[in-house]
């Protein structure tokens, strides 16, 4: 009795490796998990704040979350407002949970 398998094409390859690359650091699965629970935008200086990071270094983590598309960032002048992009998160996730 064969099953059937299904593959992934290698866009969909690639992009689930950035998303597992940028969540392969725990500072950014902090980020992830803090934005989760926000239900709306949350400032940088905030999210710095919760995760107990320099506003450099989360500069670092958002240029993979963002690239990864697992968040969303806005600027309004000298600030900078985030969300969480739970739908590619969620597609990332779901698509190697599929059958």
Known sequence: ???RMNTL??????ECALVFKALGDPTRVRIIE??????SEI????IAG???V????LCHHSSVLV??????KR???QTSYWTLNRDALAAALGSLAEE
């Open 50 to 52: 919760h995760v107990g």
């Open 54 to 57: 320099s506003l450099a270094l």
């Open 1 to 3: 009795m064969s099953k």
């Open 67 to 72: 690239e990864a598309g697992l968040v969303n």
């Open 9 to 14: 094409d290698a866009s969909s390859v690639e």
């Open 75 to 77: 600027k309004d002048g």
């Open 43 to 46: 400032t940088g200086t905030e």
């Open 34 to 39: 803090l934005l989760r629970t926000q239900s």
